[in-house]
T-cell receptor, first 110, second 115 residues
Framework: SQQGEEDPQALSIQEGENATMNCSYK?????LQWYRQNSGRGLVHLIL?????REKHSGRLRVTLDTSKKSSSLLITASRAADTASYFC??????????FGEGTQLTVNP | NAGVMQNPRHLVRRRGQEARLRCSPM?????VYWYRQLPEEGLKFMVY????????ESGMPKERFSAEFPKEGPSILRIQQVVRGDSAAYFC?????????????FGSGTRLTVV
């Protein structure tokens, strides 16, 4: 399977805390993407990190990539109730469509 | 730039009826993907289409389900003789390339309820 596996399955934190989600994959990638899905909505593309990058920032999001361990992490700093959503990682391979795992369900309590 | 448009947003069908779900990809995107999502579950791939061609339908049930992406007009996911188990959210995504290197843009989904 070429899908990523997110960990943990569910995460519950208080507003203002940081949230860290992890993703593991099996074979060498071209890039890795993170998506968010709010309840009842379609997935929204958050950030893309290329295989030759180690870290990338976008606002309160920080993504790291460790190709030697075939893993990535998504850090959301100073979380807000509006960050409550499911988060999916998608490893991208040349010539292949994206596949999605079960995601991490993040709940941010006010 | 209207993004990926799916309609209807909600669809109620009685058992045995047909359901037609429509998806208009982003302008400039010629690759369309359909997914099904049950409550509290992840996205399950159904079918990948390019204009006038089905590229990969490995995730689509062999019976009652069909998909098309004609030269003109939206992509259609058709479910014949719906059953209660077809109740789910169906999402469409589009991309500019045949692989996912540039990411997918998703629509807001169609929620199908079979009564």
């Amino acid at each position: 399977s070429q899908q990523g596996e997110e960990d943990p399955q569910a995460l519950s934190i208080q507003e203002g805390e940081n949230a860290t989600m992890n993703c593991s994959y099996k074979t060498s990638i071209n890039n890795l993407q993170w998506y968010r899905q709010n309840s009842g909505r379609g997935l929204v593309h958050l950030i893309l990190i290329r295989s030759n990058e180690r870290e990338k920032h976008s606002g309160r999001l920080r993504v790291t990539l460790d190709t030697s361990k075939k893993s990535s992490s998504l850090l959301i700093t100073a979380s807000r109730a509006a960050d409550t959503a499911s988060y999916f990682c998608a490893p991208a391979y040349t010539g292949s469509r994206l596949t999605f795992g079960e995601g991490t369900q993040l709940t941010v309590n006010p | 730039n209207a993004g990926v448009m799916q309609n209807p947003r909600h669809l109620v069908r009685r058992r045995g009826q047909e359901a037609r779900l429509r998806c208009s990809p982003m302008k400039g995107h010629s690759h369309v993907y359909w997914y099904r999502q049950l409550p509290e579950e992840g996205l399950k791939f159904m079918v990948y289409l390019q204009k006038e061609n089905i590229i990969d339908e490995s995730g689509m049930p062999k019976e009652r389900f069909s998909a098309e992406f004609p030269k003109e007009g939206p992509s259609i996911l058709r479910i014949q003789q719906v059953v209660r188990g077809d109740s789910a959210a169906y999402f469409c995504a589009s991309s500019p390339t045949a692989d996912g290197l540039y990411g997918y843009t998703f629509g807001s989904g169609t929620r199908l309820t079979v009564v």
